[in-house]
């Protein structure tokens, strides 16, 4: 601003008004006054400014003035009037004083910036000082640390969020490239190269060639079938027209072809008539034969020469020679591989090894003469023996050198078992009975098992005696025994032999007799196997093995649950009645078991099961309504209010007992006893509950006047039940509808506003909110009756104010973007949307909403983000499956279908749309199944099943039924 003072000059000039005359700046606080070096000018001492004019010639005399244009005066420095010094002029007084006194490094606080004592000298109290501050800043830096990084931390997370990684955009496509065969990844082509391809395509153009150049080219390439006599000599040009003689290379092969026949005929008939090479498969073996590389024979060389090393070092060790001949057969001869074999069994004649490699490098015929050679050498050698009957391809030979090997040998079980093998049953029990009580093999378990299994039962039970007085400390001659008599009925014998079997080892102190686990997985093998009875006893006899008092319980109800993960379902059932006997007051081991028996047992066990349970625990009323629903599912409703008549005389206070009894009567349609009941239920247990039940009830039946009578008597005792006053919204509602459907309709020109239902309904909602403020559901139900009667800026009023009392909530979000849509604010909608993702930025119902709203093109890369947003939310797994479809990708949709039913089986939306896809792309069993899911899960929640489960008509419907309702209606 030119021709006017700047502010900080007219605040300098007010101050300079209001100060006193002799007003000195500080001297109150102790400082004295300063003078700046622009008040004195420059800093020259006088000697300095004497030895400068005597050094420097004399100014020019006064008269003669210097004008513009004219050199400036000798000695002249530009500004040393008004203090400056001038460009690269310094002087003593002030060399250390460089700092920057523009208005730009001026503050009206602190004044000048810059270091006070730049110019001061560093001592060692300056060192310590600067050391001490710098220790405390660093102790402040290191408590602010963690808080610091973890805020780096969020932000660096939420920055990602917002601007997500490559590797992080492309992770879904790295888990789809598992998917990916082996002869996909082959065909997938070079980006590279197809642009080389292309470019080089693309430069390729056709020149015509003359006819000159192909001739010249074609005599380059000519070959010539014959050559000169004299070999390399080439005539000289002078006798290029001489006539010279020709060889036919032609001739030259024909006789090359017919000396290899010859060679061959000769080869043939070389020892004594046998043929040594093939004549018609010798070209053929040469053309097939994989040539070794140079290093590969060199290798081969190099080891032949350390293993003859090593033969003529030491010719009785074995490994060598066997080592010698393997080589040779990979170098593929053969001949000298078995000379060398055989020149080791002459050098070692007592090797095992070398007599079965022998036999197996030579063909069977010779083998068996090597292995008779052998058994003379090593008659006690049974791999030979077993080698020289497997050589044998008669079943009556095989026997003979198996029987000729026991002669030898009579205490090789191994043998004993081979030989056992090649006999009839008759036989095999002579040989047996030969082998464990001749005192051949008395202590073989193996053998007196076999005996025992082809024995009848009264000659079994007297060999497995035998077995165990002879091997009394073998678990599996008592566990066969038990096995034994149980295959033949004689189930009470079973558990005796079990008890004293571990009676017998704890007292010899063997170390099987408290070895918990052992036992319990012989009782999982006896189960295998068919024999349940041993399998029980065996669990009964363990169980307790090792188990501490106070911690019987868990433990056995691990073992339970494991075993039943394992698949022995008898196994389980044993444990929970182990323990339901030691602990028959336990609600929850009679919940196991029962739900145990409803897996896998059939429903007279089931009910026997639960009359044990209610008996045991009368107060347990999940036992009780159990029972119940048993009896009434497999259609004896009589028993199933038997059971609930007792239930009621141990739990007359029990709302869930009488609930039960109102739903049992009204499903067998005693509409009038269900009634009763209800009136009774609210005098013994006046419970919300209770009464919401029975307006529930009365408006199935149609009696709308009489929902409405209960709902206001039923407000009035619990006014903070929010459910209440949903229903008695809804029930005004119903109301009017009848009414306007049985008289006159209302002129068209009235205002919705003034209706006398919305009004008492606005009312309701009003009255219900003041006592129920966080009730989200009593808040959208007060949305959807505004927007009933279109007063839409109440609706976005109510929203507003949910929003508020409840913060950071999907549904309302959710209600909030609908809302704005349905009156066609499509723009504020996804405004809002957007909103509601950064207040609740995991809500999968948000999300999914996001995907839906997208246009088809924006849909995948919206999914992506909410997979990433929350990953394992079923809904948004639901809606990227119904992408998937739309993209005709069946597999991949089917798969994530499956994978959101499995994460929520309660969402029937889910449930549905998993139907409607196997409708379309599925075939009859994999619709059945789904069904066959539904009816196990009994979905209760969904958006659109909630609206069609809930119709009055629909009250009594199965979920298998609902379910085709629900697929009608979702789009």
């Known amino acids: 601003m030119s021709g006017t003072m700047s502010f900080r000059a007219m605040e300098r000039a007010k101050q300079q008004k209001l100060r006193p005359d002799n007003y000195i700046p500080g001297l109150g606080r102790g400082a004295t006054g300063f003078t700046t070096r622009s008040d004195i000018g420059p800093a020259r001492t006088l000697a300095s400014q004497q030895s400068e004019s005597s050094s420097q010639p004399a100014p020019p005399p006064p008269s003669a003035p210097h004008t513009v244009g004219q050199a400036a005066p000798a000695g002249y420095v530009a500004g040393r009037g008004r203090g400056q010094k001038g460009f690269g002029q310094t002087s003593e007084g002030d060399v250390g004083d460089r700092g920057d006194y523009s208005d730009a490094n001026f503050n009206e606080w602190s004044g000048f910036g810059g270091s006070l004592f730049s110019g001061t000298p ?13 220790q405390v800043d660093d102790k402040m830096d290191e408590r602010r640390r963690e808080k610091r990084e973890k805020r780096l931390k969020e932000e660096l997370e939420k920055y990602r969020r917002k601007v997500p990684t490559i590797q992080r955009q492309f992770a879904d496509l790295k888990r789809g490239l598992n998917e990916v065969s082996s002869d996909d990844w082959l065909n997938i082509p070079e980006a590279g190269e197809m642009t080389k391809r292309k470019h080089k395509n693309e430069r390729d153009k056709l020149t015509p060639v003359p006819d000159s150049l192909l001739g010249s080219a074609i005599a380059q390439n000519q070959t010539s079938t014959s050559v000169d006599p004299s070999g390399l000599a080439t005539p000289s040009p002078g006798s290029a027209g001489a006539a010279t003689p020709h060889t036919d290379l032609r001739q030259i092969g024909e006789g090359r072809s017919k000396m290899l026949e010859l060679k061959l005929q000769r080869m043939s008939d070389n020892v004594q008539g046998q043929t040594v ?56 001869k053969v001949v000298q591989a078995r000379q060398i074999i055989m020149q080791g069994c002459q050098a070692c004649p007592s090797s095992e090894d070398l007599w079965l490699e022998a036999a197996r490098l030579h063909t069977p015929e010779s083998a068996k003469r090597i292995l008779a050679q052998a058994v003379q050498h090593l008659p006690q050698a049974i791999k030979v023996w077993l080698a020289a009957a497997e050589l044998e391809t008669e079943s009556k030979a095989k026997r003979n050198v198996m029987r000729k090997a026991l002669e030898y040998i009579p205490d090789s079980v191994r043998l004993w078992k081979a030989a056992v093998e090649l006999e009839t049953e008759g036989d095999a029990k002579l040989m047996l009975r030969r082998a464990v009580e001749d005192g051949c093999c008395p202590l073989s378990v193996d053998l007196w098992l076999a005996l025992a299994q082809l024995e009848e039962y009264e000659q079994a039970k007297i060999t497995l005696g035998k077995a165990r007085d002879k091997i009394p400390s073998e678990p599996s001659i008592w566990l066969t025994a038990a096995k034994l008599e149980e295959a033949n009925s004689n189930k009470t014998s079973v558990g005796r032999i079990i008890d004293k079997a571990l009676q017998w080892f704890s007292q010899q102190q063997i170390k ?39 911690d019987r319980k868990r433990i056995w109800q691990e073992d339970a649950d494991n075993m039943q993960n394992r698949g022995h379902v008898h196994c389980a059932r044993c444990v929970l009645g182990r323990a339901l006997s030691l602990f028959p007051t336990k609600k929850g081991l009679w919940m196991k078991a029962a739900l145990l028996e409803k897996r896998h047992g059939t429903s007279e066990e089931l009910s026997a099961l639960l009359e044990r349970a209610v008996s045991s625990c009368p107060r347990a009323w999940q036992l009780w309504l159990m029972s119940a629903k048993e009896k009434w599912l497999g259609g004896d409703i009589i028993s199933a209010r038997r059971i609930l008549a007792d239930a009621f005389a141990a739990n007359s206070d029990n709302e869930e007992i009488w609930l039960a009894a109102v739903k049992l009567e009204n499903s ?62 809804q029930v005004e509602g119903r109301l009017s509808h009848t009414a306007s459907s049985t008289s006159t309709n209302s002129a068209s020109d009235s205002s919705a506003a003034s209706d006398p239902v919305i009004q008492a309904q606005r009312t309701h909602y009003m009255t219900g909110l003041k006592s129920c403020p966080r009730a989200v559901q009593l808040w959208l139900q007060a949305v959807e009756c505004e927007a009933s009667a279109e007063q839409w800026g109440r609706a976005r ?55 839906n709203r997208e246009s088809r093109a924006r849909r995948k890369a919206r999914a992506i983000d909410a997979i990433k947003a929350c990953e394992n939310n079923p809904l948004v797994i639901a809606t990227t499956a119904r992408l998937f479809w739309a993209d005709r990708k069946i597999q991949k949709a089917r798969d994530w279908f499956h994978r959101s039913v499995t994460l929520e089986p309660d969402n029937g939306d889910s449930w549905a749309w998993f139907y409607k896809f196997e409708t379309q792309h599925g075939d009859e069993n994999s619709q059945a199944a789904v069904v066959e899911r539904v009816k196990a899960a009994e979905p209760r929640h969904g958006e659109t099943w909630q609206k069609v489960s809930k119709r009055t008509e629909n009250w009594n419907q199965e979920p298998q039924e609902i379910l085709m309702m629900v697929v009608k209606e979702i789009k």
């Open 122 to 134: 560093y001592e060692s109290d300056d060192a310590e000082a600067d050391r001490v501050w710098t």
């Open 277 to 332: 090479v093939d004549p018609k498969g010798y070209l053929t073996g040469l053309a097939t034969k994989t040539m070794s590389s140079d290093a590969d024979i060199g290798d081969i060389k190099e080891a032949r020469l350390l293993l003859d090393s090593a033969r003529q070092s030491n010719k009785k060790h074995p490994p060598a020679w066997i080592a010698a001949a393997r080589l040779e057969v990979i170098a593929g």
């Open 512 to 550: 099987v007799a408290n070895d918990r686990d052992f036992w319990l997985g012989e009782a999982e093998n006896a189960e295998e196997e068919g024999f349940r009875t041993c399998a029980g006893a065996l669990v009964h006899a363990a169980i307790g093995l090792g188990v501490h008092e106070a």
């Open 668 to 729: 067998s349609g005693e509409t009038e006893r269900a009634r009763r009941l209800l009136e009774r239920a609210r005098d013994k247990a006046s419970t919300e509950r209770v009464w919401m039940k029975s307006a529930l009830f009365e408006r199935q039946q149609g009696d709308f006047t009489k929902e409405k009578t209960l709902l206001l008597e039923a407000v009035k005792h619990f006014p903070d039940f929010a459910k209440l006053w949903i229903m008695l919204i």
């Open 797 to 851: 009023s109510l929203l507003e104010k949910a929003r508020v009392k409840v913060p950071k909530n999907e549904l309302l979000w959710l209600a909030t973007v609908r809302l704005e849509a349905k009156i066609g604010e499509e723009k504020l909608a996804n405004n809002r949307l957007a909103q509601a993702l950064q207040e609740c930025p995991h809500s999968g119902i948000l999300w999914s909403e996001s995907i």
